[in-house]
């Protein structure tokens, strides 16, 4: 007598849940192999929870992977670290603390105001009864000043990666700074460490970035990071100024300076034919319109052209001296054959903190520094 087949049963839906996270569990566990030394320290059953919390950033998922989490770019961890830049368009501008952000509308304003009165009120007149070229002269100082103050305050001044920064960038990135501050990370561990050569040579240890300064660096503790060639921090253009872009905030000051004398002679030239085709004298009683206008933006342009004026000045003698404003206030400056006494003419160079570039290794305690 044949004997009935037994029926099987199917599977229950929450067994089959339990094999199917088992099996995808046991897949994603042999990715986590970001770098050498952190698989050693790592097991091969870290959660994927865990690896998640070591991702610092919301941005694009595509590059590194650390697990099934993508690692940073360095713009995004950047702040993390305690600078106080700020990152905008993806990384590619670099601008200084909030604190300074009163301070730079304050300088956009003294730009801004007597050139709008200036082609509001003064160019129709001038260019049609003085010459053409006095409005179109300056309105090419005015693009100049804009386009020179967005290079100084939108540019990295060059900033130093702090330690924990550098340990976790591309090996590629690590060599650049290593370059240029002729240091290795690995073989300076304190300030102890600096044989008296260096230190002659004006090498430092930084304890807040925990790194090596090159001779004519300096921490501001405004943006709370090092910089090369350090000259101060300007909270008018919101950046320090620096090697990278100390060429840039020459410029922005002559380029101010002439501004700001256009806008002065295009003005004056407008009043003073103004009151000689019979008008009378611009006071608060005959014309108290233009007598205020004439107050609130002339006072302005004044105080403009002459701060320029004289910063400009500074910064030719600081020049010829070979000096930072820094070095000049202290009365010293670094010795050794690693100093340049340059500072206009120093060679820019590429920036030492690739914004865009994807961290190669996590931050956090797990990473052996």
């Known amino acids: 007598m044949a004997m009935p087949a ?8 929450s067994e089959a849940t339990r094999s199917s996270s088992l099996s995808s569990a046991d897949k994603a566990a042999p990715l986590i192999q970001p770098a050498a030394n952190f698989a050693a320290e790592t097991s091969s059953h870290t959660s994927s929870e865990s690896v998640t919390a070591l991702w610092h950033g919301p941005g694009p998922r595509d590059g590194p992977e650390l697990g099934s989490a993508r690692l940073p770019r360095v713009y995004e961890v950047f702040e993390e670290l305690g600078a106080k830049n700020r990152f905008y368009c993806c990384g590619f501008c670099m601008t200084g603390p909030d604190i300074d952000r009163p301070y730079h509308c304050c300088a956009w304003s003294f730009i801004l105001v007597p050139s709008i009165f200036y082609f509001l009120v003064c160019s129709k007149y001038l260019w049609e009864k003085v010459s053409i070229w006095l409005p179109i002269l300056t309105s090419l100082v005015l693009l100049s000043t804009v386009f020179f103050l967005l290079m100084t305050s939108c540019t990295d001044p060059g900033i130093l990666p702090r330690k924990e920064l550098r340990t976790s960038m591309s090996d590629k990135s690590r060599h650049d700074v ?14 102890d460490a600096l044989s008296p050569e260096k ?171």
């Not at 037994?6 to 839906?13: C, D, G, I, R």
């Not at 290593?178 to 300030?191: F, H, K, L, W």
């Open 178 to 191: 290593e370059s240029v501050v002729g240091v290795q990370v690995a073989s300076i561990q304190g300030e």
């Open 199 to 369: 230190i002659a040579e004006g090498y430092a240890w930084c304890r807040t970035c925990n790194i090596v300064r090159p001779p004519r660096s300096s921490h501001c503790a405004d943006c709370n990071n090092c910089v090369l060639t350090f000259d101060h921090h300007c909270p008018f253009v919101n950046n320090c100024i620096g090697q990278r872009n100390y060429g840039f905030f020459s410029a922005f000051l002559v380029s101010t300076g002439c501004l700001g004398f256009a806008v002065a002679v295009g003005i004056g030239i407008y009043f003073s034919d103004y009151t000689h085709q019979g008008h009378g004298p611009v006071t608060l009683s005959n014309n108290p319109v233009l007598f205020l206008l004439m107050v609130v933006i002339g006072v302005p342009t004044a105080i403009l052209f002459l701060g320029v004026l004289g910063l400009s000045l500074c910064h030719v003698y600081l020049s010829c001296r070979g000096k930072t404003t820094k070095e000049c206030l202290r009365g010293t400056r670094g010795t050794g054959a690693m100093v340049s006494s340059r500072t206009l003419s120093l060679v820019r160079g590429p920036s030492l903190v690739p914004a865009r570039e994807r961290l190669e290794r996590p931050l956090g305690p797990l990473l052996a520094v």
């Open 6 to 13: 037994v029926e099987q049963k199917p599977e229950s839906h």
